[in-house]
């Protein structure tokens, strides 16, 4: 693992070739930013978007938190980050398509299955919990399916309804909801399984994530 010191010798790595071989492309990027997609994704070390998806700079508008959390629309006091992030996105970014994408042994969604969190000391303020209780609808949907059953295949379970609550939850902002409605915006939900590098897509009709080709 690395620290601060070899991440500056990344940097000047990147200084001398992408900076330098992208200059026209940077001083395009100057200019503005006008990404076509917005991606939501864990904030998990193994799971960088931008690698995932072989993406270069400008081109996707990424969120990410403890679990590609998205909270439903609340005006209540507060300071809303993924909100701010998803109006910006939406309003005026104008992005076609937003990408919801969970992973696999997500450590959000094992705390908010086994509850372990709950009860525990709030700590400095107690946020990790306060978050992950936005999984709690999911956590009752897969307890209801499997019971006390505790292994892969129901993490996985727990992690997938996951996206779907972010899907859900983004189609409680109204100008989601309008969007899409009119054709304007395409949300996608999505998996990468950390163990084999394969992506998955969810097919809200069936509820099913199929590997994608
Ligand atoms: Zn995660």
Known sequence: ???FAEML???RRFRETGWAQQRERWDEL???QSPRVMVIACSDSRVDPAQIFD???GEIFVVRNVAALVPPFETTPGRHGVSAALEFAVQVLKVGEIVVMGHGKCGGCKAALSGDLKGAPPGEGGFIHNWIELLDDARETVLDH???RRDREVERAMEQ???KVSLANLRSFPCVREKEKAGELKLIGSFFAIADGQL???DEAS???TPAA
Do not use: K, R, W
């Open 9 to 11: 010798a990344g940097y």
């Open 161 to 163: 309804q996951g996206v």
């Open 30 to 32: 100057n200019e503005g």
């Open 146 to 148: 499997y019971g006390e």
């Open 1 to 3: 693992m690395i620290d």
């Open 55 to 57: 993406t270069s700079p």
């Open 200 to 202: 998955h897509i969810l």
């Open 207 to 209: 509820g099913a994530f």
